[in-house]
T-cell receptor
Framework: EPEVTQTPSHQVTQMGQEVILRCVPI?????FYWYRQILGQKVEFLVS????????KSEIFDDQFSVERPDGSNFTLKIRSTKLEDSAMYFC???????????FGPGTRLTVL | QKEVEQNSGPLSVPEGAIASLNCTYS??????FFWYRQYSGKSPELIMS????GDKEDGRFTAQLNKASQYVSLLIRDSQPSDSATYLC????????????FGKGITLSVRP
């Protein structure tokens, strides 16, 4: 069964460093998302991406964040200068159609020291 | 502000019992709803999706949607210890580029 994959599973970085989180969505899906979950809190929407552009972003997704689909398979989230409060699980998700079921990857645990 | 509320829990039921999980939402413009299961430290895993009023059954799981009352529920029949997890209710709203808005989750514990 097709699944969303994410790398790395755990990323430790120093405050102020850049990180890139990688995702490979399900191959025939057209809509891509990033969510994050701070320990003990709700899953929060960050950004949605369709047709090679951002379709919506949340207040969390400020100028320090960017997304890219550099080729036909990868979908990346870049945080330019990490802060302590960026420590969280980051989930990539994809769906085939608008408002359809979103399938989540296993997540990347980001720890900012 | 579009909200999804899951205010009950944690919930503990004996093995074999029915677990009932509830969720309310604030925006009548909602389009579709999803129940995800999340084990500790893991990603959300889809249990059920529901798009129209009424019941939808899949094995031991039944999702119910009542748009007039703005609530969604999930029933788990014959609960098993392996069902012990946090259950997340999520809504996708019309015109919101299908982003999911999640509730905080209900932690279910099934006692052997």
């Amino acid at each position: 069964e097709p699944e969303v994959t994410q790398t790395p599973s755990h990323q430790v970085t120093q405050m102020g460093q850049e990180v890139i989180l990688r995702c490979v969505p399900i191959s025939n899906h057209l809509y891509f998302y990033w969510y994050r979950q701070i320990l003990g809190q709700k899953v929060e929407f960050l950004v949605s991406f369709y047709n090679n552009e951002i379709s919506e972003k949340s207040e969390i997704f400020d100028d320090q964040f960017s997304v890219e689909r550099p080729d036909g398979s990868n979908f990346t989230l870049k945080i330019r200068s990490t802060k302590l409060e960026d420590s969280a699980m980051y989930f990539c998700a994809s769906s085939q159609e608008y408002a359809d079921t979103q399938y989540f990857g296993p997540g990347t645990r980001l720890t900012v020291l | 502000q579009k909200e999804v509320e899951q205010n009950s829990g944690p919930l503990s039921v004996p093995e074999g019992a029915i677990a009932s999980l509830n969720c309310t939402y604030s925006d009548r413009g909602s389009q579709s709803f999803f129940w995800y299961r999340q084990y500790s430290g893991k990603s959300p895993e889809l249990i059920m999706s529901i798009y129209s009023n009424g019941d939808k059954e899949d094995g031991r799981f039944t999702a119910q949607l009542n748009k007039a009352s703005q609530y969604v529920s999930l029933l788990i029949r014959d609960s098993q210890p392996s069902d012990s997890a946090t259950y997340l209710c999520a809504g996708a709203y019309t015109g919101a580029n299908s982003k999911l808005t999640f509730g905080k989750g209900i932690t279910l514990s099934v006692r052997p």
